[in-house]
């Protein structure tokens, strides 16, 4: 198959996934416990994509293990997204260095 058909097929779906709420839920949803389910969707979905990635990134967990614990370290202490992203990944760099 063509690539075109592949991208036309991926836009089709991902048109989909975000049409069809809309459609079906046209009221304000009431129930407390439904908001806050939806609210915690992303989180639970972005940790679902990125965790599994992070660990198989590098090809070693101990420098996956190092990587992310800077990573923590410095999200913890509220420091910007780009400093806890480029510190995590030379710390995995400099530990597969190392290892």
């Known amino acids: ?9 991926m836009a089709g779906v991902t048109y989909l996934i975000r049409v069809i ?4 839920f046209r009221k304000k ?7 806050s ?3 915690y969707i992303p989180y639970a979905v972005l940790s679902a994509m990125t965790i599994p990635a992070i ?5 070693s967990v101990a420098t996956s293990l190092v990587g992310t614990a800077v990573a923590v370290l ?4 509220d420091k910007p997204l ?6 995590g990944s030379a710390a995995a760099f400099l530990a597969g260095l190392i290892i």
């Not at 709420?21 to 079906?24: A, E, V």
């Not at 660990?55 to 090809?59: D, E, H, K, P, Q």
Request: no cysteine; glycine share 2%.
């Open 21 to 24: 709420p809309f459609t079906l």
């Open 55 to 59: 660990f198989t990134s590098t090809g």
């Open 29 to 35: 949803i009431q129930s407390p416990f439904f908001r």
């Open 74 to 77: 410095l999200a913890y202490l």
């Open 1 to 9: 198959m063509s690539i075109a058909v592949y991208m036309i097929v």
């Open 37 to 39: 389910l939806l609210h």
């Open 82 to 87: 780009i400093v806890v992203a480029l510190a």
